[in-house]
């Protein structure tokens, strides 16, 4: 007897199919599974070969918002990789009609997606379906229009190129819970905006290494997709997220570019121009609050035109960072806010400067500014709740200013410091704490300031009366400290002297 070879890729194919435990159908009965009663979401398929491909797909909800897709077939086959049960690909150019109509006005939105090398896996059991899609190219051209009141017809249109495209979604232990994650070796967008036919504004703009992550549990929306009336009334009752749901975003970003051109009637367009080298964000929702951290580095921002008075203005900050976090639901305990904001080696291009020193007189080194508090509320209501016409009190119990700094002008300020606070008449009153305070180079900076001729003699006597009044001098020359006191009844002292 003869033997029997067959080609690895044969082999591979068999036994990926010997233990798929979905195939092409489960992959498109998980979509369908979004609307059990077909009430807003339309897919047209038929049948190739041992798999099956998406023609058509349509999504209504009321007269609210319309989508059509069209023009390729999203074919789905089983998957000859062992790793993985169904594989998808697009055939042809994806059209997209959009309409989204809200208080008598409407934006239709089209656009094509060419995705000739993209793929699509699929793996997992029903209900539970795991994806990866992922592609060396997608190109978008998108044309948008919309009727806005007295200004016009606006329209839109562009393209954006999408290079090296990996994403992937994990189901996690129940529907209400998953992980979901992206990455884009580079964006690349030229858009363009008319009102009536007359140039608004054009864009062009790149991102480099696009990364995100995104991770939740118990959204109990999404248990609820196939079922439009429970969705509904879920959606009515305001409460989207409780103590219960958890909800983490991680994105960043390499260098980065936009640059917009504005037409200015008349005159010749204004361009501006931003870019940095990295950016990060983050957002967390727990069982206390949600959380947001940003951040910059090597951010430029520059303006030019013919119109723009200032020569070659331009701003360079070597870190912009900000965070904070916010209570969201109701307790009778006093409970944490956090406020922070950090801009480091902010630099002015000399026009910039020349605007407010036209002599040359002031110190022009970067500025920096640091602000980090902690503040103690009281939340008489989740934001979340139901009865939605209660106004949410935020009561202010205290603040602990843990620093804040600013350099800037040659002067340098410190402040720490706590305050206790009462609610008064619906107003938060200081009733007990102290800021203690230290500064340098003051007297220097007013001199400065009045050599340049940005201060009028009416501000400079102002200045001098309220640092004479809040600042102690020290043993060292342009130094000066201050003692800043709270006490009942909103009473407050600087330096053992009252201010009210």
Do not use: C, H
């Not at 409407?106 to 699509?120: A, H, K, N, Q, V």
């Not at 954006?160 to 990455?183: A, C, F, H, K």
């Not at 079922?227 to 983490?248: N, V």
């Not at 069982?287 to 723009?308: F, N, T």
Request: hydrophobic share 40%; aromatic share 4%.
């Amino acid at each position: 007897m003869r033997p029997l070879f067959l080609p690895a890729a044969t082999v591979l194919g068999l036994i990926s199919a010997a233990n798929a435990q979905i195939g092409p159908d489960d992959v498109v009965d998980s979509m369908r599974a979004l609307d059990d009663d077909g009430e807003w979401l339309t897919i047209q398929t038929e049948r190739r070969g041992d798999g099956i491909a998406i023609t058509s797909l349509s999504l209504t909800i009321g007269e609210a918002l319309t989508v059509d897709l069209s023009g390729a077939a999203y074919e789905l086959a089983p998957s000859d990789d062992a790793d993985w049960d169904v594989v998808g690909r697009i055939d042809g150019t994806v059209t997209a009609d959009v309409t989204v109509r809200q208080n008598g006005e409407s934006l239709t939105y089209s656009f094509d997606m060419d995705d000739t090398d993209g793929t699509y896996l699929f793996r997992g059991e029903p209900g539970a379906i795991e994806r990866r899609a992922q592609a060396q190219s997608i190109v978008v051209t998108f044309d948008a229009e919309m009727e806005e009141g007295t200004v016009g017809l606006i329209r839109t249109t562009g393209t954006q190129t999408i290079t090296d495209y990996l994403s992937s979604y994990v189901p996690g232990g129940d529907p209400s819970s998953g992980r979901m994650e992206l990455s884009i070796g580079r964006m690349e967008g030229a858009t363009r905006a008319e009102v009536d036919g007359q140039l608004l504004n054009r864009t062009i703009s790149f991102v480099d290494d696009t990364r995100a992550i995104l991770d939740w549990q118990g959204l109990e929306i999404l248990t609820l997709l196939g079922d439009a009336e429970a969705l509904d009334a879920f959606l009515e009752a305001g409460e989207i997220f409780d103590r219960d749901t958890r909800l983490s975003i991680e994105q960043s970003t390499g260098a980065f570019r936009s640059m917009t051109e504005t037409a200015v009637p008349g005159a010749e367009p204004i361009l501006f121009d931003v870019l940095g080298d990295t950016s990060r964000s983050d957002a967390d929702l727990n069982e206390i609050g949600v959380g947001v951290a940003g951040s910059v580095e090597d951010l430029v921002l520059k303006v030019s035109g013919p119109v723009i008075p200032i020569e070659k203005p331009s701003i360079t900050i070597a870190e912009m960072a900000a965070d904070f976090t916010i209570p969201l639901y109701r307790s009778d305990e006093v409970q944490q806010m956090d406020v922070g904001l950090t801009l480091s080696d902010v630099e002015l291009s000399d026009g910039l400067w020349d605007v407010i020193d036209a002599t040359g007189d002031l110190d022009r080194s970067e500025l920096d500014l640091v602000i980090d508090t902690l503040l103690g509320v009281t939340l008489t209501r989740s934001i979340f709740d139901a009865e939605r016409d209660k106004e949410i009190a935020l009561e202010l119990n205290s603040l602990d200013l843990i620093t804040a700094q600013l350099d800037a002008l040659g002067a340098e300020l410190d402040i720490t410091g706590q305050i206790g606070f009462e609610t008064v008449a619906g107003q938060p009153l200081p009733v007990d704490g102290q800021l203690d305070a230290r500064a340098t180079g003051i007297d220097a900076m007013i001199a400065d300031l009045i050599s340049a001729g940005a201060l009028p003699p009416p501000v400079v006597q102002q200045i001098r009366m309220m640092t004479g009044l809040m600042l102690a001098p020290t043993s060292e020359p342009d130094s000066y400290t201050s003692e800043i006191t709270f006490g009942p009844g909103g009473a407050i002292t600087a330096n053992g002297v009252p201010l009210q």
